[in-house]
């Protein structure tokens, strides 16, 4: 045989083999690629599920800011405040309104169970009989669980 020959035979040889010395990486990036994929896939699912568990506990906690609105305005009333029962009340619309929409209170209380219009003239006027409106709808929000 010639000898360009063999040196031709010894390069593809070495060629190969340092070649062949690639297909173990190769398989170990493969299953560590799938297993960084199934753990992304993992952490993502329970990303979503906490993200769901903190959105249900930030609704919890305003819809109970709300009732300790109303609670408050009662408050104000037994201690003869009306302009500040008003604007307690006032306050408690405005969450009840953002809130209103919610898997929590939606179609649990209408705004006929509010009695807005009701209460707040009442409130104007002085009316003592404005705290059994306003003990009606806490006992209406405490219904809801």
Known sequence: MNKAV???????AFA???????????????????A????????SDQIQSKDQEIALYKDKLQFQDIKNTLINCLIELEKN???????????????Y???????????????SDIMRDDVITA????DPKVK??????IEKFHSIQ
């Open 97 to 111: 309104e953002s809130f209103k929409t919610n898997k929590i209170i939606q179609g649990k209380i209408s705004d």
């Open 36 to 43: 960084i994929q199934k753990l992304d896939s993992s952490c």
């Open 16 to 34: 190969a083999a340092f070649f062949i010395g690639f297909i173990p990486a190769h398989l170990k990036y493969k299953s560590c690629d799938q």
């Open 132 to 137: 059994e409106k306003i003990i009606a709808i």
């Open 6 to 12: 063999q040196i031709i035979l010894l390069l593809v």
């Open 123 to 126: 409130l104007a006027k002085n």
């Open 81 to 95: 405040n009306y302009g500040n029962a008003t604007d307690i009340f006032k306050n408690f619309i405005e969450k």
